[in-house]
């Protein structure tokens, strides 16, 4: 079966140091994997998209990463901040489909 | 970046009666919109994909006449609850791309309950 997975615990680090947190996917052949925050209450805001063909992309404090090979998406976010707390979601859409499927979800916290 | 609007933010509804959630992309024209459910601490779990000018895709186990989805114009899709019930009541979100090989944007949900 189809399956997008991520930490369901919550990620719990200290001001100034990176979290990373871990996308992986089951029986997809994603296009191109991409990395939301969410906040209580709001819908999903969109924060970096990666292609099949990129290793990583980077956008100021925030790196991902994919690996085909190894079905993987790592999103780091370096000198964390306490405003960085929120629920992470990756999701992709599995290549010919239009629809963009999510993963579970990882909550960070980062305390000062 | 593109903008995608959704109004009602909250309503809480009675039992019986129906809602409509109205999603705009208010910078871009999206042929497609998409319709999320989320639970509390789940994931975002897609209902429906809405085509403008044609029928709404159902995902399985989601009942088409009970969430009836209209995409009437390139920038406005609506979703309606219909006899509604309290296991009804969740956050409602939708999205739209520019194009489907670029980021999605979301609405900002809509909270339903229904008492």
């Known amino acids: 079966s189809q399956k997008i997975e991520q930490n369901s615990e919550a990620l719990n680090i200290q001001e100034g140091k990176t979290a990373t947190l871990t996308c992986n996917y089951t029986?997809?052949?994603?296009?191109?994997l991409q990395w939301y925050r969410q906040d209580p209450g709001r819908g999903p805001v969109f924060l970096l998209l990666i292609r099949e063909n990129e290793k990583e992309k980077r956008k100021e404090r925030l790196k991902v990463t994919f690996d085909t090979t190894l079905k993987q998406s790592l999103f780091h976010i370096t000198a964390s901040q306490p405003a960085d707390s929120a629920t992470y979601l990756c999701?992709?859409?599995?290549?010919?489909?239009?629809?963009?499927?999510f993963g579970t979800g990882t909550r960070l916290l980062v305390s000062p | 970046g593109a903008v995608v609007s959704q109004h009602p933010s909250r309503v809480i509804c009675k039992s019986g009666t129906s809602v409509k959630i109205e999603c705009r992309s208010l910078d871009f024209q999206a042929t497609t919109m998409f319709w999320y459910r989320q639970f509390p601490k789940q994931s975002l779990m897609l209902m429906a994909t809405s085509n403008e000018g044609s029928k709404a895709t159902y995902e399985q186990g989601v009942e088409k006449d009970k969430f009836l989805i209209n995409h009437a114009s390139l920038t406005l899709s609506t979703l309606t609850v219909t006899s509604a019930h309290p296991e009804d009541s969740s956050f409602y979100i939708c999205?739209?791309?520019?194009?489907?090989?670029?980021?999605?944007?979301f609405g900002q949900g809509t909270r339903l309950t229904v008492v």
């Open positions: 999205s739209a791309s520019e194009d489907l090989n670029t980021e999605a944007f």
């Open positions: 999701a992709l859409r599995n290549t010919g489909f239009q629809k963009l499927v």
């Open positions: 029986n997809y052949s994603p296009a191109y």
